[in-house]
T-cell receptor, first 113, second 116 residues
Framework: AQTVTQSQPEMSVQEAETVTLSCTYD???????LFWYKQPPSRQMILVIR??????QNATENRFSVNFQKAAKSFSLKISDSQLGDTAMYFC??????????FGGGTRLMVKP | GAGVSQSPSNKVTEKGKDVELRCDPI?????LYWYRQSLGQGLEFLIY????????KSGLPSDRFSAERTGGSVSTLTIQRTQQEDSAVYLC??????????????FGPGTRLTVT
């Protein structure tokens, strides 16, 4: 079974600064996908970014980028130029042929003006 | 296009009553998932439907929980004889076609269930 760990229950960052959220996972699989989801107070889970395990290049989506270290089983999310709208819970998630997402416990991010 | 929709948005029910939660996936998505989000347990997988295949029910916590998907589209999650520990947000997600690497799951807004 896969496990996903987010070691930072809460974080805060000043608007316009950069913040990195940590995620580690444990699996014996070689082919899998990793995701970051954002859940604002509205409750809607929003896909932020995805990474295929077979790709060495780190994924980027505008202000969001990941640092994927496969050997270390680490998958951190960097948010650049933080905005007030980035305030939310962030979940790291693992997917493989088991077909369901396995989520970490989440990190609550507060962006301060 | 339209995203995943769920109804009702909120549901309050008395202990012992049955409830039905509905999910309309994104049109054309073949895979549909139910998850539960609660304070004590985080986000848990419940059940997975893929096309016409038998569903993966491995995450259902008890036989009081069941789900069906009609016509490969709309899904209903039914909880019989509700208990207070069933109180949670129930999230539905759909995915284009996992077998072809299109594995991203898109979530609905959830149904908050409160059992009194």
């Amino acid at each position: 079974a896969q496990t996903v760990t987010q070691s930072q229950p809460e974080m805060s960052v000043q608007e316009a600064e950069t913040v990195t959220l940590s995620c580690t996972y444990d699996t014996s699989e070689s082919n899998y996908y990793l995701f970051w989801y954002k859940q604002p107070p509205s409750r809607q889970m929003i896909l932020v970014i995805r990474q295929e395990a077979y790709k060495q290049q780190n994924a980027t989506e505008n202000r969001f980028s990941v640092n994927f270290q496969k050997a270390a089983k680490s998958f951190s999310l960097k948010i650049s130029d933080s905005q007030l709208g980035d305030t939310a819970m962030y979940f790291c998630a693992f997917y493989n042929a088991g077909n369901m997402l396995t989520f970490g416990g989440g990190t609550r991010l507060m962006v301060k003006p | 296009g339209a995203g995943v929709s769920q109804s009702p948005s909120n549901k309050v029910t008395e202990k012992g009553k049955d409830v039905e939660l509905r999910c309309d996936p994104i049109s054309g998505h073949t895979a549909l998932y139910w998850y539960r989000q609660s304070l004590g347990q985080g986000l848990e997988f419940l059940i997975y439907f893929q096309g016409n295949s038998a569903p993966d029910k491995s995450g259902l916590p008890s036989d009081r929980f069941s789900a069906e998907r009609t016509g490969g589209s709309v899904s209903t999650l039914t909880i019989q004889r509700t208990q207070q520990e069933d109180s949670a947000v129930y999230l539905c997600a759909s995915s284009p076609y996992p077998g072809q690497g299109r594995v991203e799951q898109y979530f609905g807004p959830g149904t908050r269930l409160t059992v009194t």
